[in-house]
């Protein structure tokens, strides 16, 4: 079946510590996404990629870094940096070929992973 | 930049009414909407998405229309049960730098009991 898997489902980070966040895609999409979810508040944009070898911020990338060395690969690192890790962290995937094409594609997510700091 | 809203924030109606959930967003050259549910604790699962060229789309009960002139979404989700209890999130994609990614939402809660 093809999808987007994300693991692990749950993940516990000690003060100082890195960890990474694992989303795998078989969908042959291009484009990925990493999104932030916290209780009350909509989901937000941590990084985005549209090809391999490229990657942007977005709207929270401070005290996280990721990869894209692989076009089913999409791992994300959540550093020391940021200073209030714990919610609920959502991969997405979508098609692309032309530029216009992304925008009417449809985005699908994986299952989360839920970091909690101890 | 797109602000997407949804209301009510939370929906609790008894086993077999008929039920709207409502999106609006402020930008409305949109391409296109997408609605989403939400189990809790669980990642995002798409329901229905919905071109800029289109009116409505269906998808067994759920029934999901767009209005681009009035920057408006409703989901219409027929004969509500209990498995329909979930988060509803509606989403539309930027058209700016940061192409294809979405814009959320806060979600209805919607509950339906037996």
């Known amino acids: 079946d093809g999808g987007i898997t994300q693991s692990p489902k749950y993940l516990f980070r000690k003060e100082g510590q890195n960890v990474t966040l694992s989303c795998e895609q078989n969908l042959n999409h291009d484009a990925m996404y990493w999104y932030r979810q916290d209780p009350g508040q909509g989901l937000r944009l941590i990084y985005y990629?549209?090809?391999?070898?490229?990657?942007q911020k977005g709207d929270i990338a401070e005290g996280y870094s990721v990869s894209r060395e692989k076009k089913e690969s999409f791992p994300l690192t959540v550093t020391s940096a940021q200073k209030n890790p714990t919610a609920f962290y959502l991969c997405?995937?979508?098609?692309?070929?032309?530029?216009?094409?992304?925008?009417?594609?449809?985005?699908?997510f994986g299952q989360g992973t839920r970091l909690t700091v101890v | 930049k797109q602000e997407v809203t949804q209301i009510p924030a939370a929906l609790s109606v008894p086993e077999g009414e008929n039920l709207v959930l409502n999106c609006s967003f402020t930008?409305?050259?949109?391409?296109?909407l997408q609605w989403f549910r939400q189990d809790p604790g669980k990642g995002l699962t798409s329901l229905l998405l919905i071109q800029s060229s289109q009116r409505e789309q269906t998808s067994g009960r759920l029934n999901a229309s767009l209005d681009k002139s009035s920057g408006r979404s409703t989901l219409y989700i027929a004969a509500s049960q209990p498995g329909d209890s979930a988060t509803y999130l509606c989403?539309?994609?930027?058209?700016?730098?940061?192409?294809?990614?979405?814009?959320f939402g806060r979600g209805t809660q919607l509950t339906v009991w037996p």
């Open positions: 990629s549209q090809i391999v070898n490229d990657f």
């Open positions: 997405a995937s979508r098609r692309s070929g032309q530029v216009n094409s992304l925008l009417n594609t449809e985005a699908f």
């Open positions: 930008d409305s050259a949109i391409y296109n």
């Open positions: 989403a539309v994609p930027d058209r700016g730098s940061t192409l294809g990614r979405l814009y």
